[in-house]
Nanobody
Framework: VQLQASGGGLVQAGSSLRPSCAAS????????MTWFRQAPGKEREFVAA????????YYADSVKGRFTISINNAKNSVYLQMNNLYPEDAALYYC??????????????????WGQGTQVTVSS
C-alpha cells in the first residue's frame, strides 16, 4: 500500500485548502482513511477519519465545523477540505490507512500505512 499526499500550501488565516491523498496497491480495503497532523515540537495528532464507503466521519474537536473529510473510491482518494484556517492549523499533514478498532482510530500507532505528508502553512 502506497499513499501519496498532496495539496498543502501557504495561505493566510481564514483561507481554505484541500489536501488529497491517493492510494495505490489497495482498493481501500482498510476500515479507515485518516488524516493526522504534526507541528514542530508537537506530537502527531488526529484530525479526521472516514470509513471505507464514506458512511461515517470523525473529527477532532479543534477542526469540527471547519474541516470536511471525503472519499472517492473510484479514484482511490481521500480529501480534506479545510476552511477558515487558523495559524494553529499549520503542520505537516499525513494520511494513513488501517483497520484499528474504533477506540484506537485516534492513535497514530494503530495505523500501518502512511503517506509522506504535505505541508500546510498559515500566516496570520
Amino acid at each position: 500500500v502506497q499513499l501519496q499526499a498532496s495539496g498543502g500550501g501557504l495561505v493566510q488565516a481564514g483561507s481554505s485548502l484541500r489536501p488529497s491523498c491517493a492510494a495505490s496497491g489497495t482498493s481501500f480495503s482498510n476500515r479507515y482513511m485518516t488524516w493526522f497532523r504534526q507541528a514542530p515540537g508537537k506530537e502527531r495528532e488526529f484530525v479526521a477519519a472516514i470509513t471505507r464507503f464514506g458512511y461515517n466521519t470523525y473529527y477532532a474537536d479543534s477542526v469540527k465545523g471547519r474541516f470536511t473529510i471525503s472519499i472517492n473510491n473510484a479514484k482511490n482518494s481521500v480529501y480534506l477540505q479545510m476552511n477558515n484556517l487558523y495559524p494553529e492549523d499549520a503542520a505537516l499533514y499525513y494520511c494513513a490507512t488501517g483497520s484499528p478498532i474504533y477506540s484506537s482510530m485516534y492513535f497514530p500507532s494503530a495505523y500501518a500505512y502512511w503517506g509522506q505528508g504535505t505541508q500546510v502553512t498559515v500566516s496570520s
